[in-house]
């Protein structure tokens, strides 16, 4: 049987991050706008909203649209520069452009990808970039005669992932099968350790087929992701192998097997990432190498000669266990020497590689787990004397080395340091991860769970009157409009009065299609726990956040298993 899986494609959202200050600005960028124009693009920017509301209003178009954005189109003019490079302020008001930034460097540190810079002006003739988006490749359209190329290199850009998206519309393979309950179904699975793979073979009557890694981990990802789509008592199972329909009896079985074995796998993921100390470590690649620092290469070459001066054959260093060799640094304790808590031998191999989505120079340093295991992975003593787990790896580099370096040649370490990923992981807090999270990921968020961030919304109106956001909060969850003349407390009871009704009861979907609802509520939730300073006004007490937190807590172990399957499935 032949089955198609036929999805909507989404519109490619993008942002339009502008100045206006310059008097033809708004002129040229409606001309890109038409320009770049497509039916299956949603071009947005600020024209409709420089008039509308308030500053927290502002405030809230820019987030909202940011953050949904598959790409921001980024027209660099002077102006638009000064705006950008301007230091935070919190005696005066901030620009739309000022704004804009924090969010732009957010995306430059997670999806370099997905911004287009494109020069529009230049300062006495001078290509100069934001420092948001230093390094980045970036589009000239300075002159009439580059605007045709660039404008054609951008749709190209565009076009790809819109390709991607359509690929993606329609899949399917021939089964062959008779839909019958007395056929029985089994799934059987085959781990290797370390590094964790899985692969995984469905025998179905008389049929069975294979599934890699990737296949199985998508497997279960789709357990988290899919609702039952029930037809003449089949239900539909599709993976990204193959799409069949099987009677309810034989899906109830493999779903059991499913649910066990995906348990199994995240139980050894988190052994393998507590052993190796990669929990909040992104991987740059497939060859599970994790990346610590962004440093520019000037930088790196200075670690690696005063690698080769402190040598400890020169018994200059105060570590005794620096060495060099060439292209990487090692941490080494020498078998002629006995230091105290070290035992001899090889502690951590830091390597760097061109950060290829920037222009610049800049460097990743990294950790491989091939370096700290040499391949055996049985034997490999994880721990502060011997073999150096990546976070201990780190916390040497950027709490001793480099300031050591720094100190040594009078560099500020903020100076040397570009970007700290395992800080980065930190800058959030966990509302406004799940918010990201629930906003993209398109999982199934039951009657129970959006109940519960009913609650924690409801907890947080009942702690604190978000004055300036109730328009906001509101205007997300479909409140009926409220009298402004009312009281805080007025308006708190009479939104909370609303999410207790059945008119928001009504709005639930008990199939699990609540992803969209579950962000529209988590949104008003980082009202009362943003860490970010446009948000701190309204913030909850630390008592209150654990509470919160405590509530959500299903929510929240799902979304990091979900990111952690994400993680490797490759």
């Known amino acids: 049987m032949l089955i198609l899986k036929e999805e909507n494609v989404d519109k490619i959202k993008i942002y339009i991050s502008y100045s206006w200050a310059e008097e033809d600005n708004e002129v040229w960028v409606d001309k890109l706008i038409h320009d770049l124009y497509d039916e299956k ?22 987030y909202d649209n940011m953050l949904d954005s598959d790409y921001i189109i980024i027209i660099i003019t002077p102006s638009y520069i000064e705006k950008a490079n301007l230091k935070y302020d919190p005696t005066k008001e901030r620009s739309w452009v000022e704004k804009e930034t924090d969010y732009i460097i957010k995306r430059f540190h997670n999806d370099k990808e997905s911004l287009i810079p494109i020069l529009y002006k230049r300062k006495d003739n001078r290509v100069e970039l934001p420092k948001s988006v230093s390094g980045l490749s970036y589009y000239d359209m300075s002159n009439q005669e580059m605007y045709d190329t660039e404008l054609k290199r951008i749709k190209e850009i565009i076009s790809r992932r819109k390709s991607d998206n359509e690929k993606n519309e329609v899949k399917g393979k021939l089964i062959h099968y008779s839909a019958s309950a007395n056929q029985d179904i089994d799934m059987s699975y085959y781990y290797s350790e370390y590094p964790v793979r899985i692969s995984s073979t469905i025998s179905y009557g008389n049929l069975a087929f294979y599934l890699n890694h990737n296949q199985t981990v998508e497997l279960f990802l789709k357990s988290y992701k899919e609702t039952l789509n029930i037809k003449n008592n089949l239900i539909s199972f599709n993976t990204n192998a193959f799409n069949m329909l099987v009677p309810s009896g034989v899906y109830k079985k493999l779903n059991n097997k499913v649910f066990k074995n995906k348990n199994l796998l995240l139980n050894k993921l988190k052994e393998f990432e507590a052993k190796f100390e990669v929990t909040n470590f992104d991987l740059i690649d497939n060859k599970y190498k994790y990346k610590l ?21 020169l018994n200059k260093t105060k570590w005794n266990i620096f060495q060099h060799n060439n292209d990487y640094i090692h941490v080494y304790t020498p078998t002629t020497l006995n230091d105290v808590g070290l035992n001899r031998g090889e502690h951590a191999i830091f390597r760097a590689e061109k950060d290829k989505h920037l222009l610049n120079d800049d460097v990743n340093i990294y950790i491989s787990i091939n370096d700290i295991t040499k391949n055996r992975f049985e034997e490999v003593k994880i721990n502060k004397s011997d073999s150096w787990g990546v976070r201990t790896a780190y916390t040497w580099l950027t709490n001793s080395f480099i300031p050591f370096i720094c100190d040594k040649n009078r560099i500020r370490v903020e100076d040397f340091i570009k970007q700290d990923y395992y800080k980065l992981f930190y800058n959030d807090d966990i509302f406004s991860k799940m918010q990201s999270f629930y906003s993209l990921s398109n999982v199934i968020v039951s009657y129970d769970e959006i109940i519960i961030l009913r609650d924690i919304l409801c907890f947080c109106l009942n702690r604190v009157h978000p004055v300036m956001d109730y328009y906001y909060i509101a205007s997300k969850i479909s409140a009926p409009k409220f009298d402004n003349s009312d009281s805080p407390n007025i308006i708190s009871r009479k939104i909370i009065d609303y999410l207790g009704g059945k008119r928001f009861e009504s709005i639930i979907n008990l199939d699990g299609n ?40 299903n929510l929240i172990i799902k979304m990091k298993e979900i990111q952690l399957l994400e993680k490797y499935n490759f």
Do not use: P
């Open 293 to 313: 620092l962004r440093i520019g290469r000037e930088h790196w070459k200075l670690l690696i000669s005063v690698a080769n001066e402190y040598d400890w054959e």
């Open 514 to 553: 609540n992803s969209q609802l579950a962000d529209s509520l988590l949104r008003c939730i980082r009202v009362f726990t943003d860490l970010n300073a446009e948000y701190k006004q309204y913030k909850l007490n630390s008592e209150d956040l654990t509470y919160i937190e405590n509530l959500a807590i």
């Open 41 to 62: 693009l949603e071009l947005v920017f600020d024209k409709n909203e420089i008039n509308k509301g308030t500053s927290r209003d502002i405030d809230r178009f820019v």
